[in-house]
């Protein structure tokens, strides 16, 4: 794969401080860090960013996630048994904004957000959902390599 420019401190101080300044407002929010694992590394799985996968598996792993749960997040509605009803709309979520093109967040979905989420968590939901995505589409689009 050829190296391409990437956007960080030294090359894009600007945007790379915008980014980190949404990870900030996503650190202070009221999400669990399961929550906002299981967002990351959904939505990282369906953009196919490699890069996103590897860092926030590790990070869900440092959080005391369990491997077989991390191995399961593709295929959650198959195995719902491992997670809540909480992390299934989380999960459900993350796909349909990932998705945006295919019909956006649901009616539906949102009003079962309401049952588990306030009206102040779902912005954050939502701003993890399009942080993570940002995320991705600069790792794929600059090539950001997986460090051994």
Known sequence: MQNRVQITSTEQPKAY????????????SSLSKTLKDLIKIRAS??????????MHTKEAMANGETLQRIFLIS???????FFSGEEQTILA?????????AHGLSDALYQQALQFFDESQIPEI???????????????????????
């Open 126 to 148: 939502i701003m993890a959902i399009v942080t993570i995505n940002a995320w991705n589409r600069i790792a794929i689009s600059t090539h950001l390599q997986i460090e051994d």
């Open 93 to 101: 979520i993350t796909e349909e904004i990932t998705l945006i093109h």
């Open 17 to 28: 401080k915008a980014m980190l300044g949404l990870e900030g407002y996503l650190a202070q």
């Open 45 to 54: 799985e369906i953009n196919g960013c490699a890069y996103c996968i590897d």
């Open 75 to 81: 295929a959650w509605r198959e195995a719902t048994k």
